[in-house]
């Protein structure tokens, strides 16, 4: 069975950094891609990045783009998404899924989800 698990989350002040993990099994990262999204309270569960391992594809969305970075250790079947310089907006519950990379502004993920951890940046 195909499942995830993300892990890394933590309380860190504004202009911190974290590291989140998520580690795959049921599937090889060579064949398909995977995303982190997140969701904080009261908004939509929105795509933060995607690496396709098969051709090194990587996107962010630009709420994200220069302070994150995702990258993966394929025999350790897991996705990192290296954060830095986090401010308050990024607090949300962060996933992983195994996804298609988006086109545009539109995010395609699987109905497989790791259960999340909690990112919490203080002002």
């Known amino acids: 069975e195909v499942q995830l698990v993300e892990s890394g989350g933590g309380l860190v002040q504004a202009g911190g950094s974290l590291r989140l993990s998520c580690v795959v099994s049921g599937f090889t990262l060579d064949d398909y891609a995977v995303a982190w999204f997140r969701q904080a309270p009261g908004k939509e569960r929105e795509g933060v990045s995607c690496l396709r391992s098969s051709d090194g594809t990587t996107d962010y969305a630009d709420p994200v783009k220069g302070r994150f970075t995702i990258s993966s250790d394929n025999a350790k079947n897991t996705v990192y998404l290296q954060m830095n310089s986090l401010k308050p907006d990024d607090t949300a519950v962060y996933y992983c899924?195994?996804?298609?990379?988006?086109?545009?502004?539109?995010?395609?993920?699987?109905?497989?989800w790791g259960q999340g951890t909690q990112v919490t940046v203080s002002s």
């Open positions: 899924t195994a996804a298609d990379c988006p086109e545009g502004n539109t995010w395609y993920p699987s109905d497989y």
